[in-house]
């Protein structure tokens, strides 16, 4: 795995336990959740993206670095709806007037951790 690509995956890692530990909070930090979701997944998109050498802009739209993707990664190319919700969920909570609940934290975090399990087998990464 080349340098890059392996900082982009421990950046995502990073941001894939902070996730879980936000969940684990008493009581469970949603937003928190949410937004680490949202983090580790742009992170994972990037370092496939980065392991195949294709330039990406300094964007946190998971839906433009899809783009940027193989379409033959045909499991990511199906979570287009999903990035897209997790995207604009990740901006929501940063800001007064919007808290996520249980069921928006759940779903965030499935979605990061699908997106996680694809990008790792991409990579050549044991699950983990």
Same mark, same amino acid.
């Given at each position: ?9 421990? @950046? ?9 530990? *936000? /969940? ?12 680490? *979701?949202?983090? &580790? =997944?742009?992170?994972?998109? @990037? &370092?496939? $993206? =980065? ?6 802009? @300094? ?9 940027? %993707? ?5 499991? $990511? ?5 999903? $990035? ?18 249980? =069921? @928006? &934290?759940?779903? &965030? /975090? ?7 399990? %694809?990008?790792?087998?991409?990579? /050549?990464?044991?699950? /983990?």
């Amino acid at each position: 795995m080349k340098p890059s690509s392996r900082e982009w995956v421990d @950046k995502a890692e990073e941001d894939y336990r902070l996730m879980d530990a *936000a /969940g684990g909070l008493d009581p469970p930090a949603y937003d928190g959740l949410c937004f680490h *979701a949202q983090q &580790a =997944a742009e992170k994972y998109l @990037k &370092a496939v $993206l =980065a392991e195949r050498v294709t330039r990406f802009p @300094k964007v946190h739209d998971l839906t433009r670095l899809l783009d940027l %993707i193989d379409p033959a990664i045909n499991e $990511l190319t199906v979570m287009r709806a999903d $990035l897209d919700a997790l995207s604009r969920l990740s901006v929501q909570v940063r800001y007064p007037g919007f808290s996520a609940d249980s =069921a @928006k &934290a759940e779903e &965030a /975090g499935r979605i990061a951790a699908t997106v996680r399990r %694809i990008c790792r087998r991409e990579l /050549g990464l044991e699950e /983990g």
